[in-house]
């Protein structure tokens, strides 16, 4: 045989070492074939008398195993089909579990969901100290639940509560966090790692340390909320209530996990295997599960997609000069601080950049407060961030951002004085979400070297980056702010320059309408409240509050002037904001604020500003949803004709991760496809009748529609 | 041919000083009070890094000179050469030579950079005054050691309870000669009166000071070489400027303060002496052309330096009249080719005593002169006022004061320009520049 094996296996002294190395790969996952090795290699071992213990560990530095690998899940043609997939790997961890041979787990880096089942399914669990050994199981951020036993043994070894926080939230426990939680038995130096693997295997073949034994540490209050079926239920019904409250009801993995937990107590065990097997298999085939697994798949590709030639090379960032120091500036330099890279920090009052620097420090005291990072650490991130007044330190700077106030006239005077001071090879980003990149650069020398960075607020939180080109923007310049977007950790898509780029193009027809809504007489909270439904994360008017409405409406302006009929003015957003309600900065916008900035609610003053008075329609939620989505997903598909975005995938991650674009429905392109692009147009049709402009479907929507085509392939791997 | 003495025999290349910055400097207890010998280092450092566009992976070493040792960091430059803008490979020392600590830095950073041992240095130095280590007394100690070394609980306890309330007075570091058991001022007033340095003529230097460091600070010469502080703490107001500045001061006002460490007979007062100060500076040392190949342009090169000591019974600060003959022999060069002279000034009646020496036969001849080296024209001594104004962090005040010389030397398109520093234990510093 000379197919190359995901394991290898030494025995020393009657230890079996084997190590997993995924051929090809960059991280071990588990497939089928996986499996079947690992099976085999168990069988050939428990017949070898010699052999008493065993250890695996990984071949690949920094991650042990990352779960299963998905690929797998796409094949699934029923939900009886994923089920079997489930109970298979529950007869292999189960053999784990009571085999004759002890099995130790030597984990250092990433052991994530398949990963930890099986970790879970081990005898002993080891654990190197190194920040990049964590544990989740983050099924759930794939409408899925753990489908290998994970919802059974996790919440018998560190309890209830703690195992639903991880199963329901997926999140990353790292090594001492989990020797606390009992989840792991040890933590070692990652030199001595495999030495004391073996030696455990050996004490627990020897019985010096038994099979069976508990590793959580109990609490008189864990005892009696973990340990008592009163206590149980009492933890399963919060964390349903509270979960539907978060979740809106959207997606259905965190009904079946917290379902799959409580049969781990209910009654057999093989009876609660059974109902991780079944409920594993119903989400597999659910339509959340599978734009979810599209999202995982479109990050993915995007990853590896630059949006430039291939071969072009982006320049060495070591430092970067960010000019303005207001919210987005010092958002900017924080999360730049936060990766290591030094920021010279500008504007044209130390005063201003004072108070910027103490927004810096508040976005780096986060990591302080949550105990992520040392109080040596924020002071190292701190002293990162110099600012100054003058130009002086931006002579050898590869990367500066601007995001000085957005006004053409002030941008032109930024880019003439940086050009003064900056190298000639040097990228200008300009932070703006209105003003197109080419009038900007219209003031630049070098305007190959010049492109928009559109970062969204608060920009240590929001995930997604625009990367703004022009038709002169150099492609090592779209490189090097790629790269560097995606350093500081953010999703990177890269647009073509248009007024309002991607997002706040299709963001503007949807506030239009929303504001169109309020003239028909329909209440801001209906209006808000449908949308959530929807699953956005908040409604229109609070989006709206929270940006600041005298934003918001020069925003808008912009966008009507550039759009014309589509991006219809609103006669109540007009007045709300001529009446000189800022939004939640100012204390009060179309919600009223107290003196701490809680949210009181609607202010009913709003109401007297309405072109209706005190006028009330009643819309059904439904209504509202399609009134607002509808013009959404209509400009994202012109913004695709216009060329603005690359392709559907960047559209639908631009709406996903720059709006909040429910992420269980893909994103506008995905919508589309799964609701039917024939369907979608006439909607929209029937919409046009009444009420035009941002209605009336493009044509490139209709010619698609017209010729049944999908987005996407509709099966196999969507992106 | 190249005269200069530190660019050693085939070199050719000289030491060039790229750049100084430093923090404002602040009263003890006052605006910097947060801030300790490492965070004062570290801001000066990284100021000068971005001011200069210097690459950090090029800084061969960082040494910083204090006076106040810090007993849970002994070696701060090494810390502070550990900040993340710098590579973990930058090799870093601390020394300490009392108040010519940060000159002390410069030299080991040049000598290295002669010796081919180096090309690219950062010097400088740092003091907090509102940071200086409180210690525990004999007594104190002695119990907490016993306690700790303790094998039963009771022997603990016991060992406690040798303590005694007068053990618990805590020990603060004076400024005193450990020799002689002189204070600082104590041994300026002693030598204002072995001088003859009158009350008035010190005043009238102090007023000088702070008028030459207001006038530098409102014409923005001085605070030029300032970097903000962006206070964490308290008011969010950047500092920007020394606090110890007094624009207003007058003869009158200064006349009207008590001596200090002789209330019968003295003359030192609070005016006519620099002040306990919090503060850092820091300076970009570099071969001539490795900085021209950076694309950096030197404002000076150094020309010579010297050290020199005497008994620090006899007169503690009156060394520097033996360095700075001896520098300016080893720069080939005579006190009327000095275009500018920085003077530390620990204390008026110390300024007044050096420049004194600096016209007397007899310390030409300690010096081993044949004649003085002359007098000093008042009109090119700290023009931009000195230690008394702007204030006195022990171990940053020498890069100060080159920074100072520097910048001023190319402002006023002079060829050559001496710098002095007295030191406790009877040291004295002089270093001579050359405007690039």
């Known amino acids: 045989m000379t197919e190359l094996t995901a394991l290898s296996l030494s025995v020393e002294d009657g230890i079996a070492v084997l190590t997993f190395d995924l051929p090809g790969e960059s991280v071990n996952k588990f497939s089928p074939s996986v499996i079947e090795e690992f099976t085999g290699y168990l069988a050939l071992l428990e017949q070898d008398q010699a052999v008493r213990g065993a250890v695996l560990i990984s071949g690949k530095p920094g991650t042990f195993i990352a779960g299963a690998d998905i690929d797998q899940f796409l094949a699934f043609r029923s939900a009886d089909d994923a089920a079997q997939a489930s109970a298979f790997g529950h007869t292999m961890m189960r053999r784990i579990e009571t085999g004759r041979i002890p099995l130790v787990v030597a984990v250092e880096g990433a052991c994530l969901g398949g990963g930890l089942e099986f970790a879970l399914a081990a005898a002993y669990r080891l654990a190197a100290d190194t920040p990049k050994t964590v544990f989740s199981l983050p099924e759930i951020k794939l409408g899925l639940i753990p489908g290998a036993g994970g919802t059974q043994r996790l919440p018998r070894r560190i309890g209830v509560q703690a195992a639903l926080d991880m199963i329901l939230t997926g999140k990353n426990v790292r090594a001492k966090k989990a020797k606390q939680l009992g989840l792991i038995d040890e933590i070692v130096h990652p030199s001595i790692l495999r030495e004391v693997a073996i030696r455990r295997a050996r004490e627990l073949a020897e019985g010096k340390i038994p099979r069976a034994r508990e590793t959580r540490r109990r609490t008189t209050m864990s005892r009696a909320l973990d340990d008592t079926a009163v206590g149980r239920a009492i933890v399963l019904r919060q964390a349903r209530q509270l979960a539907m409250k978060k979740s809106g009801g959207n997606y259905p993995a965190i009904p079946a996990a917290i379902d799959a937990v409580r049969a781990a107590f209910a009654g057999s065990e093989s009876a609660g295997y059974a109902t991780e097997a079944r409920l594993f298999g119903q989400l597999a085939m659910s339509p959340v599960c599978k734009e979810l697994m599209f999202l995982f798949y479109a990050t993915t590709a995007l990853k590896k997609d630059a949006g430039v030639p291939e071969g072009t090379v982006a320049a060495k960032v070591d430092r970067i000069g960010v000019v303005g120091s207001g919210f987005m500036g010092a958002g900017i330099a924080a999360v730049s601080a936060q990766q290591g890279i030094p920021v010279r920090f500008k504007d044209t009052a130390l005063e201003r950049v004072a108070a910027g620097l103490a927004s810096v420090r508040d976005v780096l005291r986060e990591g302080l407060t949550r105990k992520h990072i040392t109080r040596r650490e924020y002071e190292d991130r701190v002293g990162l961030v110099s600012g100054t007044a003058s130009y002086t330190g931006f002579g050898r700077i590869p990367l500066v951002i601007e995001a000085v106030f957005e006004d053409l006239g002030v941008k032109h005077i930024v880019v003439r004085e940086l050009e003064q001071v900056l190298p000639a090879d040097a990228v200008l980003a300009t932070n703006t979400s209105t003003i197109p990149i080419a009038r900007i650069a219209e003031a630049s020398a070098r305007p190959a070297r010049v492109i928009g960075m559109h970062f969204f607020s608060p920009v240590h939180k929001m995930p997604l980056l625009e990367v703004v080109v022009t038709p002169k923007t150099a492609p090592e310049v779209t490189a090097t702010a790629v790269e560097f977007g995606r350093r500081i950790g953010k999703t990177v898509i890269v647009v073509n320059d248009a007024p309002g780029f991607y997002v706040n193009r299709i963001l503007a027809p949807y506030i239009a309408e929303a504001g169109r809504l309020l003239d028909e007489g329909v209440r801001v909270e209906a209006i ?40 219809r003015s609103s006669e109540a957003l007009a007045r709300v904001v001529a009446a000189g309600r800022l939004g939640r900065k100012g204390g009060k916008g179309f919600y009223g604020y107290d003196e701490k900035g809680k949210r009181t609610g609607v202010d009913s003053a709003v109401y007297a500003l309405y072109p209706g008075g005190a006028r009330k329609t009643e819309l059904s939620a439904h209504a509202i949803q399609q009134r607002l989505v509808l013009a959404m997903v209509n400009e994202a598909v012109r913004c695709l004709a216009d060329g603005v975005v690359r392709s559907p995938r960047d559209g639908d991650i631009g709406a996903v991760f720059g709006i909040g674009f429910p992420p269980f429905r893909g994103g506008p392109f995905r919508y589309i496809d799964s609701t039917g692009a024939g369907e979608i147009v006439s909607r929209l049709e029937a919409l046009a009748a009444t009420h035009g402009g941002p209605y009336v479907p493009s044509d490139f929507l209709t010619t698609h529609a017209r010729a049944s085509r999908t987005f996407y392939p509709p099966t196999g791997k969507p992106v | 041919m190249r005269t200069s003495p530190l660019g050693g025999p085939g070199s050719g290349q000289r030491v060039a000083i790229i750049d100084g910055v430093r923090t404002p400097f602040a009263k003890a207890g006052t605006l910097l009070k947060h801030l300790g010998v490492i965070e004062l280092g570290k801001l000066a450092v990284s100021e000068l890094i971005h001011r200069t566009d210097l690459d950090p992976a090029s800084v061969d070493l960082l040494t910083f000179g204090t006076v106040i040792p810090s007993v849970l960091a002994p070696n701060p430059a090494r810390e502070i050469a550990l900040m993340p803008l710098l590579p973990k490979g930058v090799q870093a020392w601390t020394v300490s030579r009392a108040c010519a600590s940060a000159n002390q830095a410069i030299t080991d950073a040049a000598d290295q950079i002669l010796l081919g041992h180096a090309t690219v240095a950062i010097a400088g130095g740092a003091e907090s005054l509102s940071n200086v280590p409180i210690l525990h007394s004999r007594g104190f100690s002695d119990a907490l050691v016993a306690a700790s070394r303790a094998k039963t609980p009771i022997q603990r306890v016991q060992s406690l309870a040798a303590i005694r309330p007068k053990d618990l007075i805590p020990v603060t570091p004076a400024i005193a000669e450990p020799t002689t058991g002189e204070t600082m001022g104590q041994s300026a007033e002693k030598m204002a009166k072995l001088n003859g340095i009158t009350r008035e003529a010190q005043d009238a230097l102090a007023l000088a000071s702070h008028h030459g460091a207001a006038q530098g600070t409102a014409d923005g010469r001085l605070t030029a070489e300032i970097l903000p502080i962006f206070p964490e703490r308290g008011s969010r107001t950047p500092i920007t400027a020394d606090n110890g500045i007094r624009a207003d001061t007058t003869a009158a006002q200064l006349a009207k303060l008590s001596p200090v460490f002789d209330r019968a007979y003295g003359t030192v007062t609070a005016g006519n002496a620099s002040p306990l100060t919090d503060g850092g500076a820091a300076v970009l040392l570099m071969r001539e052309d490795v900085a021209k190949a950076a694309g950096l342009t030197p ?57 004194q020496g600096f016209e007397s036969q007899r310390w030409a001849e300690r010096a081993g002169e044949s004649k003085p080296l002359g007098a000093v024209d008042r009109a090119k001594l700290n023009v931009m006022g000195g230690s008394v104004a702007i204030g006195h962090p022990f171990g940053a005040t020498g890069a100060r004061v ?3 010389l520097v910048n001023e030397l190319a402002r006023r398109n002079g060829q050559f320009g001496l710098m002095t520093v007295c030191a406790a234990g009877g040291l004295g510093f002089a270093m001579v520049l050359e405007r690039a």
């Open chain 2, 299 to 355: 404002k000076a090169y150094i020309r010579s330096y010297a050290y020199a000591a005497l008994d620090p019974g006899e007169q503690l600060l009156q060394a520097p009249v033996l360095a700075a003959p001896l520098a300016l022999r080893r720069a080939g060069l005579t006190l009327d080719q000095i275009a500018l002279v920085e003077m530390h000034e620990a204390f008026a009646a110390q300024v007044l005593s050096n420049l």
């Open chain 2, 402 to 404: 080159t920074t100072t």
């Open chain 1, 528 to 567: 808000d409240r449908a949308m959530r439904a929807f699953g956005f994360p908040v409604g229109p008017f609070t989006l709206i509050d929270e940006v600041g409405l005298d934003i918001a409406g020069k925003s808008g302006a912009i966008m009507a002037e550039a759009f014309g009929d589509r991006i």
